[in-house]
């Protein structure tokens, strides 16, 4: 089976900071996603990292997937209220169902 | 707005009853996603269908069961409900398969007493 780990589970920061969040497995996988839930909505995309070492920025977030693509890593540079909400990862591998992380909720005080 | 709808928002039922949810994929959307999301276990796979037909089986109980009708609207049929069934449940759509983009709807959240 494989699984996908996230941490921190939580994080409160304020306002400016950075912070980091990473997601480990065991397994390959040919690509990972990471998307942001926020309170009564469901899951939306950020990005898609496909190959080892990548790294993607989606404004202040930075996103890289590891050399032996089993790890992924999220920076926010200077967070925002607005980036308050719960960060999870998604393996992709072959035709097989999404495999997501448990997630980190991330709160940002202003 | 992801263009995928979920009905009902909320429900609460009562232990040993049934429950039909329901989810409309985004317009040309051919592969339909059940997930169930709670605080212990996460996002939970539970069933996807692609046009009609069952494509992948997740952790999804007996009790619990899905179909894709023909204009690709699907039902998830939870029966016999626990305590423990109480969660988020989530419908997302895609093109075609798991390689692409899903798109999630924005759940119906059970409560079951």
């Known amino acids: 089976t494989q699984l996908l780990e996230q941490s921190p589970q939580f994080l409160s920061i304020q306002e400016g900071e950075n912070l980091t969040v990473y997601c480990n497995s065991s397994s390959v996988f040919s690509s990972l996603q990471w998307y942001r839930q926020e309170p009564g909505e469901g899951p939306v995309l950020l990005v898609t990292v496909v190959t080892g070492g990548e790294v993607k920025k989606l404004k202040r977030l930075t996103f890289q997937f590891g050399d032996a693509r089993k790890d992924s890593s999220l920076h926010i540079t200077a967070a925002q209220p607005g980036d308050t909400g719960l960060y999870l990862c998604?393996?992709?591998?072959?035709?097989?169902?999404?495999?997501f992380g448990k997630g980190t909720r991330l709160s940002v005080i202003a | 707005d992801s263009g995928v709808t979920q009905t009902p928002k909320h429900l609460i039922t009562a232990t040993g009853q049934r429950v039909t949810l329901r989810c409309s994929p985004r317009?040309?959307?051919?592969?339909v996603y059940w997930y169930q999301q709670s605080l212990d276990q996460g996002l939970q796979f539970l069933i996807q269908?692609?046009?009609?037909?069952?494509?992948a089986k997740g952790n999804i109980l007996e009790r619990f069961s899905a179909q894709q009708f023909p204009d690709l609207h699907s039902e998830l049929n939870l029966s016999s409900l626990e305590l423990g069934d109480s969660a988020l449940y989530f419908c997302?759509?895609?093109?075609?398969?798991?390689?692409?983009?899903?798109?999630f709807g924005p759940g119906t959240r059970l409560l079951v007493l």
């Open positions: 997302a759509s895609s093109e075609q398969g798991v390689q692409e983009t899903q798109y």
């Open positions: 317009s040309g959307d051919l592969s």
């Open positions: 269908y692609y046009n009609g037909e069952e494509r």
């Open positions: 998604a393996g992709v591998s072959g035709n097989t169902p999404l495999v």
